[in-house]
C-alpha cells in the first residue's frame, strides 16, 4: 500500500497557497469593512447636511406615502421627556430648554397626514382638508452653521380650497429613498416657507406607539 507524503517542496508549495489564501481572505474582509465603514460614513455626512449638489436628484411623492403622526402630542403629554433628558446628557442645553426649542419645532395643529397616490389629506381635530399635488423640484438651503439641507417641493393641482397650495419636505435625505420620518412646510407663499426654519411639524409613521418613536427620535 501506498503511503500518502508530502516532499519539503510540496509542503512550502502548499504553505505558500494556505499563506496567501490566509493572506487575501483577510484583504477582502478589510475591504468589505472599508467599504461598508465608507457607505456608512458617506450617508451620515448626508444625514448631517454635508453633501455636492451634484448628488441631489428629485423625489417622487410615493417616498412619502403613507399614514403618518404628528409627535407634537407626544412632546405635549410628556412622552418624549426621556428624550429630552438624553439631550440634556450629551448636548448643551438643559431639558427644559430642549423641551422649549422642540415645543417651537414641532408645533402645530395637523396631528395625522394621509398621503395616497397624488392626494395629501391633513386631520385638524378630525376635520379632513385635502389636495392634490404634482412635484415642483427642489431647494437646497444652507443654514447658519454651515449645514445644508434639501426642501423636496410638491404645488397643489386640484382638492379643497383650504389645503395649501404648496407642500415642501425635508427629511435629511437628498435623493429617492422612502422615508421613515419627516419635516414639512406647507403654506401659499413657496419662497416664504424657504425662510422658515424655526417651526419644522415633524411626522412619524401611525403605526409606531410612543416608546416607539421615542426610540426612534433618540437614534435620529
Known amino acids: 500500500m501506498q503511503t500518502p507524503f508530502t516532499?519539503?517542496?510540496?509542503?512550502?508549495?502548499?504553505?505558500?497557497?494556505?499563506?496567501?489564501?490566509?493572506?487575501?481572505?483577510?484583504?477582502?474582509?478589510?475591504?468589505?469593512?472599508?467599504?461598508?465603514?465608507?457607505?456608512?460614513?458617506?450617508?451620515?455626512?448626508?444625514?448631517?447636511?454635508?453633501?455636492?449638489?451634484?448628488?441631489?436628484?428629485?423625489?417622487?411623492?410615493?417616498?412619502?406615502q403613507g399614514e403618518w403622526q404628528s409627535v407634537y402630542p407626544l412632546l405635549r403629554d410628556g412622552t418624549l421627556d426621556p428624550v429630552m433628558a438624553h439631550k440634556a446628557e450629551h448636548g448643551d442645553k438643559t431639558a427644559q430648554e430642549y423641551r422649549a426649542y422642540y415645543e417651537t419645532g414641532y408645533k402645530t395643529?395637523?396631528?395625522?397626514?394621509?398621503?395616497?397616490?397624488?392626494?395629501?389629506?391633513?386631520?385638524?381635530?378630525?376635520?379632513?382638508?385635502?389636495?392634490?399635488?404634482?412635484?415642483?423640484?427642489?431647494e437646497i438651503l444652507t443654514y447658519a452653521k454651515g449645514n445644508r439641507g434639501v426642501r423636496f417641493v410638491f404645488s397643489k393641482t386640484a382638492g379643497d380650497k383650504a389645503a395649501p397650495q404648496f407642500i415642501q419636505f425635508s427629511d435629511h435625505r437628498i435623493a429617492p429613498e422612502k422615508a421613515?420620518?419627516?419635516?414639512?412646510?406647507?403654506?401659499?407663499?413657496?419662497?416664504?416657507?424657504?425662510?422658515?426654519?424655526?417651526?419644522?411639524?415633524?411626522?412619524?409613521?401611525a403605526s409606531l406607539d410612543g416608546g416607539q418613536i421615542v426610540a426612534e427620535v433618540m437614534a435620529h
Open 180 to 205: 421613515d420620518h419627516y419635516h414639512l412646510y406647507w403654506g401659499d407663499d413657496r419662497a416664504a416657507l424657504l425662510q422658515e426654519v424655526a417651526n419644522w411639524p415633524t411626522y412619524y409613521p
Open 109 to 138: 395643529d395637523a396631528d395625522r397626514i394621509v398621503i395616497q397616490g397624488d392626494q395629501v389629506t391633513f386631520y385638524r381635530d378630525g376635520q379632513a382638508v385635502s389636495g392634490q399635488y404634482a412635484a415642483d423640484g427642489h
Open 7 to 64: 516532499t519539503p517542496i510540496g509542503a512550502l508549495a502548499l504553505g505558500s497557497m494556505l499563506l496567501f489564501a490566509t493572506v487575501a481572505a483577510g484583504q477582502t474582509a478589510h475591504d468589505h469593512t472599508h467599504a461598508h465603514d465608507h457607505a456608512h460614513g458617506h450617508a451620515h455626512s448626508i444625514h448631517a447636511g454635508y453633501f455636492d449638489d451634484s448628488q441631489v436628484q428629485d423625489r417622487p411623492l410615493s417616498d412619502w
